[in-house]
């Protein structure tokens, strides 16, 4: 909806650069992540996933990466283009709360001609 | 991954009133979850809703407050009751992905504004 990012942080990225988005999460038990993007008026939408066996997964033009030491998860975007501007959310599952997701804080993103 | 439709897409109400919006799914689905964003927020879980059992909601809210029924594995309804400004936000319906794995998919909300 019009309301979502008002008062996120905002990451400002030059079209073409990579994006790196951060999150930190909460609980060292939670056993699975997934990013979020969510434009203007829509939903969220699933961008890629990882469980907490790995610590990389790739995708079309992004990738996550999980460090379960300091319990930090970040997506990274490459050669960012305008339709990447949206609010990016992490989220993470701690079992056994089965598909019941907690929502990180979100990332504005925005792409600069 | 499924399509989820739900209704109202917006709306604006009286403070007081109730307002119920409806999520359609196009396939059937054990589980569906009803999310709260309030303006400028992340997603906060309110219930999750399985077929033919009430609802189990979260801390912090309640059944008198945000009823919801399930009737069937491919439609729920979540109701805000006696609302207040305070009640604006979008309200997100979700479902599982298939198998029951932990990806959810989104409906894409519905903005209410309480005046």
């Known amino acids: 909806g019009e309301n979502v990012g008002l008062h996120l942080p905002t990451l400002s990225v030059q079209e073409g650069d990579n994006s790196i988005i951060n999150c930190a999460y909460s609980?060292?038990?939670?056993?699975?992540f997934i990013w979020y993007k969510q434009e203007s008026g829509k939903g969220p939408q699933f961008i890629i996933d990882?469980?907490?066996?790995?610590d990389k997964r790739q995708g079309q033009r992004v990738t996550v990466l999980l460090n379960k030491t300091v319990k930090h998860l970040s997506l990274q975007i490459a050669a960012t283009q305008p339709g990447d501007s949206a609010v990016y959310f992490c989220a993470e599952n701690l079992p056994p709360a089965g598909n019941k997701l907690t929502f990180g804080g979100g990332t504005r993103v925005l792409v600069k001609p | 991954s499924a399509v989820i439709s739900q209704k109202p897409s917006r709306d604006i109400c009286q403070r007081g009133t109730s307002l119920t919006i409806q999520c359609q799914v196009d396939?059937?689905?054990?589980?569906m979850f009803w999310y709260r964003q309030q303006p400028g927020q992340s997603l906060t879980l309110i219930a999750t809703a399985n077929q033919g059992s009430e609802a189990t909601y979260e801390s912090g809210f309640v059944i008198d407050k945000f009823p919801i029924s399930r009737p069937n594995l491919t439609f729920s309804t979540l109701t805000v009751s006696n609302m207040s400004p305070e009640d604006s936000s979008i309200y997100l319906c979700?479902?599982?992905?298939?198998?029951?794995?932990?990806?959810?998919?989104f409906g894409s909300g519905t903005q209410l504004s309480v005046l």
């Open positions: 396939s059937q689905v054990t589980m």
């Open positions: 990882i469980r907490s066996n790995m």
């Open positions: 979700s479902v599982e992905g298939a198998r029951g794995n932990e990806k959810l998919f």
């Open positions: 609980n060292s038990a939670s056993d699975y």
